[in-house]
T-cell receptor, first 111, second 115 residues
Framework: NAGVTQTPKFQVLKTGQSMTLQCAQD?????MSWYRQDPGMGLRLIHY???????DQGEVPNGYNVSRSTTEDFPLRLLSAAPSQTSVYFC??????????FGPGTRLTVT | AQSVTQLGSHVSVSEGALVLLRCNYS??????LFWYVQYPNQGLQLLLK??????LVKGINGFEAEFKKSETSFHLTKPSAHMSDAAEYFC?????????????FGAGTQVVVTP
């Protein structure tokens, strides 16, 4: 199993550009989530999904959209990038929500 | 609402010395507790978890943690540090009544191991 995969590993955007961070898992997990990691703040939950077609907001959802059309994929969309969205983004998945498996991360810089 | 406090953003230990990372939580119900480790440029990996039962929990790589309800703590220890323990460590909590187990993370503790 590949586990949780994320693409791209690195991305530089200009303010106002849009992009999609990809996340996929091959463990048939129902629960998937997106976090952002900033120095001194740990990981904060952006959005999560408990199955195909079901998503909800986490702690810091503003500026981000998600959808879940399949069990395997959970993309995160930045509609209009801002410098405040410079961060490292992690996708995670789990079967029952407790033991979460994390992807390797996407390092995003917005200039 | 739940919250997690990790005391000390950076900890330096000598190789062979005790590693002690502190985690205190605030929760209206007894939470489930986790420690994750992040090696440089990698994602997070589960070290250990406490849900119910024995309050002393053993994890991977020789780490263990003890849930102390009276002190609202879940400190992580390892008797003898190894150079490979250099990483960032995160304590996290979840509400057991949340069927999907959304995690609340602490700010993290960076561990440096010196020869």
């Amino acid at each position: 199993n590949a586990g949780v995969t994320q693409t791209p590993k690195f991305q530089v955007l200009k303010t106002g550009q849009s992009m999609t961070l990809q996340c996929a898992q091959d463990m048939n997990h129902e629960y998937m989530s997106w976090y952002r990691q900033d120095p001194g703040m740990g990981l904060r939950l952006i959005h999560y999904s408990v199955g195909a077609g079901i998503t909800d907001q986490g702690e810091v959802p503003n500026g981000y959209n998600v959808s879940r059309s399949t069990t395997e994929d959970f993309p995160l969309r930045l509609l209009s990038a801002a410098p405040s969205q410079t961060s490292v983004y992690f996708c995670a998945s789990s079967y029952q929500g407790y033991e979460q498996y994390f992807g390797p991360g996407t390092r995003l810089t917005v200039t | 609402a739940q919250s997690v406090t990790q005391l000390g953003s950076h900890v330096s230990v000598s190789e062979g010395a005790l590693v002690l990372l502190r985690c205190n939580y605030s929760s209206s119900v007894p939470p489930y507790l986790f420690w994750y480790v992040q090696y440089p440029n990698q994602g997070l990996q589960l070290l250990l978890k406490y849900t119910t039962g024995a309050t002393l929990v053993k994890g991977i790589n020789g780490f263990e943690a003890e849930f102390k309800k009276s002190e609202t703590s879940f400190h992580l220890t390892k008797p003898s540090a190894h150079m490979s323990d250099a990483a960032e460590y995160f304590c996290a909590v979840t509400d057991p009544t949340d069927s999907w187990g959304k995690l609340q993370f602490g700010a993290g503790t960076q561990v440096v191991v010196t020869p």
